[in-house]
Every structure is written in structure tokens, then in C-alpha cells.
């Protein structure tokens, strides 16, 4: 009877497709489709960030630009169009608009980047909680199953010896099967991200990841409303504070900022809300440039 309790717990386990879910698991975990082409790193060239020296070169441009659209106009490269747009109008506008329209598709490819990745993490989460889902859903009636099998099978034999082994064996089953349900990290998950931008945050190091003009707006200082702290660190103090409770050691320690890992569903959330975060950051972007674009009129 005590094979039989046990057979029948095992066959209820069991139920799935191992194989299948290998399979799925294989191609979700795989290098990301979200990451750009090969041929689609950015040009590395210096942008100074000595801004002190910039605004002090460029007296004429502070009477009609704020600071954040000078050191735009400075990281664009169009300082000298937009001194000299009266002599040579034609030419340096449509230079002018070139710099600007490039800005914003590196803007928008980044953007595309990790609002991609942000949904790619939160599918493998969903599917890691699903799986645990339908393992809670087994192991609740397998547990069910054994109490009730134990349950019967005392009612049926009479020897003494064998109905307490009976019992006991059955009650230690659904205990144990009871218990598991109560495992709070359930299935895990390898997850491999060679290329990783959150990465770049945390280090606060460009590994031509990101473009130098975006680096540039984000690592500047300057550019950010209070003037003192730039965008990036900003968004790095957040993610201490809001996805680590506060401990930086933790956060140094994440799997979400080195080549990959283990991950449980959480941890595939709390990534996911980075890349969101760090879309929005980028994102913001635009507000600079439109602002330029305003104060030019």
C-alpha cells in the first residue's frame, strides 16, 4: 500500500513535459534579440567635459541659449553653425538639422533597445511564474492525494503494524508535500547578457554600449535640473535606494550587472523595471533638444 500511495504521488508530479519546457527555456535564455546589429557601434570620438572652458568660448551663445542647450549644442558638434547661422543660413540649417535628426534616432534606437528588453524580461518572469504556478497546483493535490489514500487504506487493513506504517507514511508524505508548496523562491532560471547597458550605469563606464553624445548628456552634470548631479548617477541612486532596499553592497553584487547569472522571477521584474527606468532617462532627452530648438527661433 505504501508503494502504491507513492506511485501514484510520483505519477502526479511527473505530469509535464520535461523536455518541452527545456526547449522553451533554451530559447528564451538565448543572446537577446534585443541587442542591435553588429555593424551598428557607435563612433567613438571625444566630447570635452571641461564645461567651464565651453561657456567661457562661447560668450555670444549664453545671450540666447540656457546652459543645458549649450552643452547640447557643444556635444552635437554645431557650435560654429550656430554662431554663424546668418552668414551661410542654408548650409549650416540643414547641418544644423542633420546633428539634431541624429540625436534623436540614437535616441530612439536605445530607447527601442531596452523597451525590448524590459518585455523580453518580464515574458521569462511570467513564464518562470507559471511553471511555479502549475508545481504549487501538483504538489497541493498530490499532498491532498496521499492524505486521502492514507486515509483509505486504514480503513482496509486490519493488521495493526501495517495501518500505523500506512499512516505514518502517509501523513509524512503530505507533510512533506504540504511544505514544499510553502517555498518562496521556487524555480530558477540561467540567464547570459553578455551585453548589458544597465551595466554602464552601474559603473558609470561607457563601453561604446551607448553613443557618445547620449553619454555625454547623461554623465554631464550640468545638464540636469539641480546642476549638481547628473542623469546617470541620478537614476543610480534610484535603483539603490527603490530595487535594493537601499544597499548598495547588495546592488554591487547583482547579477543584473555582469555577463548573467541565476535569476528567479523577482529578479527578472526588478530588471525589467531598470530597463524601463533607464528607457525614461534617455527618453528625457528630447526635452533638451526640443528646448533647443525653441530657444534657436
Not at 567661457?56 to 540666447?64: G, I, V
Request: aromatic content about 8%.
Amino acid at each position: 500500500m505504501r508503494r502504491i500511495i507513492t506511485f501514484t504521488v510520483i505519477c502526479i508530479l511527473l505530469n509535464g513535459c520535461t523536455a518541452s519546457r527545456k526547449s522553451v527555456e533554451l530559447s528564451l535564455t538565448k543572446e537577446s534579440y534585443c541587442s542591435p546589429p553588429d555593424n551598428s557601434t557607435w563612433i567613438d570620438y571625444p566630447i570635452s567635459h571641461n564645461i567651464d572652458s565651453v561657456l567661457a568660448n562661447n560668450p555670444e551663445l549664453r545671450k540666447k541659449f540656457s546652459v543645458p542647450s549649450i552643452l547640447l549644442i557643444h556635444a552635437l558638434g554645431i557650435s560654429d553653425d550656430v554662431k554663424h547661422l546668418n552668414e551661410d543660413t542654408y548650409v549650416r540649417m540643414q547641418h544644423i538639422h542633420d546633428k539634431v535628426l541624429l540625436a534623436n534616432s540614437e535616441i530612439n534606437a536605445i530607447t527601442a533597445e531596452l523597451d525590448c528588453e524590459g518585455e523580453r524580461m518580464d515574458q521569462i518572469a511570467r513564464y518562470i511564474e507559471d511553471i511555479n504556478s502549475k508545481r504549487t497546483t501538483r504538489l497541493t493535490v498530490a499532498s491532498i492525494v496521499a492524505g486521502a489514500l492514507s486515509g483509505v487504506a486504514g480503513a482496509f487493513i486490519t493488521n495493526s503494524g501495517w495501518n500505523k506504517g500506512v499512516a505514518i507514511g502517509g501523513g509524512v508524505a503530505a507533510i512533506g508535500l504540504g511544505l514544499a508548496t510553502l517555498n518562496p523562491k521556487g524555480r530558477k532560471i540561467e540567464l547570459l547578457h553578455k551585453r548589458n547597458l544597465l551595466r554602464n550605469v552601474w559603473q558609470e563606464q561607457n563601453n561604446h554600449d551607448i553613443s557618445p553624445f547620449l553619454w555625454f548628456m547623461l554623465t554631464e552634470k550640468r545638464i540636469s535640473n539641480s546642476g549638481t548631479t547628473s542623469l546617470l548617477a541620478s537614476l543610480r541612486h534610484r535603483w539603490i535606494r527603490y530595487q535594493f532596499d537601499g544597499d548598495s553592497s547588495q546592488a554591487a553584487a547583482s547579477v543584473n550587472f555582469t555577463d548573467g547569472g541565476t535569476y528567479l522571477a523577482d529578479d527578472l521584474h526588478a530588471r525589467a523595471a531598470m530597463f524601463n527606468q533607464l528607457q525614461a532617462e534617455i527618453r528625457s532627452l528630447d526635452q533638451y533638444i526640443n528646448t533647443f530648438l525653441r530657444e534657436q527661433q
